[in-house]
């Protein structure tokens, strides 16, 4: 288990982190890192084609890879006052994101959070990381660091200190475009 700092340096250096959320541990990497994001959909045995999700400490972090031009400004206005909290919002995507992030899609998946030590992590490394939940493909995602540690710790995944929140339910997945809840939070 590592402390705010080491974490860090582990995403900085390629590294797949473990980390508390509002409801589940989750799994993570630097998104511009295509190494990394090979090793964390290995980590997980998930398919590239299911793509990832971006979580954020602000709106501005997640700025380089969403492209609002698309959006009207009712719409951002919408995204907008969600956040942070536990809704993820389905948008376009600028050309630059990487394809391991978006998977078959030519939109993204992005969350700005509202869990103190997700944000610190953000806000420390300059910009979001990826999210999907810490477990592996088919199993029951994870809620402690025991439970991180009994699925995943042969993988060479970073752990984070802390507590999941309170969220019993997982976030609520909602198209940007169309309005459309795609799954109930």
């Avoid at 992030?101 to 992005?110: K, L, P």
């Avoid at 994870?142 to 984070?160: K, N």
Wanted: hydrophobic fraction near 40%; charged fraction near 20%; charge should be negative.
């Amino acid at each position: 288990m590592k402390n705010l700092n080491q974490v860090v340096d582990a995403l900085k250096q390629g590294n797949v982190i473990a980390y508390p959320t509002e409801g589940v541990f989750g799994v993570g990497c630097d998104p511009d890192n295509e190494q990394a994001l090979l090793n964390l959909l290995d980590v997980k045995k998930r398919p590239k084609e299911k793509g990832l999700i971006l979580i954020a400490a602000s709106i501005e972090q997640l700025l380089p890879y969403i492209d609002l031009e698309q959006l009207t400004e009712e719409q951002v206005n919408t995204i907008k006052a969600s956040w942070p909290g536990p809704v993820t919002w389905i948008v376009p995507v600028k050309t630059s994101t990487l394809p391991l992030v978006t998977g078959q899609f030519d939109s993204i998946a992005v969350r700005v959070t509202a869990h103190p030590q997700v944000k610190a992590i953000c806000n420390a490394f300059g910009k979001p990381i990826t999210s999907t939940s810490a477990n592996l493909s088919g199993l029951e995602p994870c809620r402690s660091v025991a439970e991180v540690e009994a699925q995943l710790g042969d993988t060479g995944v970073v752990i984070f200190q802390g507590e999941v929140g309170n969220r019993t339910q997982p976030t609520e997945i909602r198209d940007a475009k169309t309005g459309n809840t795609l799954r109930q939070g």
